[in-house]
Nanobody, 118 residues
Framework: QVQLQESGPGLVKPSQTLSLTCTVS??????????WSWIRQPPGKGLEWMGV???????YYSPSLKSRTSISRDTSKNQFSLQLSSVTPEDTAVYYC??????????WGQGTQVTVSS
């Protein structure tokens, strides 16, 4: 059974870079048929898909966030990471990593709250 766990700072200052890591167990991010995504949910709003990394390391991003988003991976640790630059308070959200099959999100991490505030 796959498990995903987000980790990273819960508080980030405006203009800085938000960095989160997702540790995956029970599946391999380099060989899996599935894809690996970051999704967020701002307070009082719906889910927002941010981007995805696939088994060959290719990445795809939401057009609205593409200029500020980078997803990378550490294959030795079976982890993938999110970096979001130039954050503002509007980037305050619960951030999730997830495993997906096409457009279907199958498995979620528990989520981690990130607040952008000085």
């Amino acid at each position: 059974q796959v498990q995903l766990q987000e980790s990273g700072p819960g508080l980030v200052k405006p203009s800085q870079t938000l960095s989160l890591t997702c540790t995956v167990s029970g599946d391999s991010i380099t060989t899996s048929y599935y894809t690996w995504s970051w999704i967020r949910q701002p307070p009082g709003k719906g889910l927002e898909w941010m981007g995805v990394i696939v088994k060959d390391g290719s990445t795809y991003y939401s057009p609205s966030l593409k200029s500020r988003t980078s997803i990378s991976r550490d294959t030795s640790k079976n982890q993938f990471s999110l970096q979001l630059s130039s954050v503002t308070p509007e980037d305050t959200a619960v951030y999730y990593c997830a495993r997906a099959e096409g457009v279907r999100t199958l498995d979620w991490g528990q989520g981690t709250q990130v607040t952008v505030s000085s």
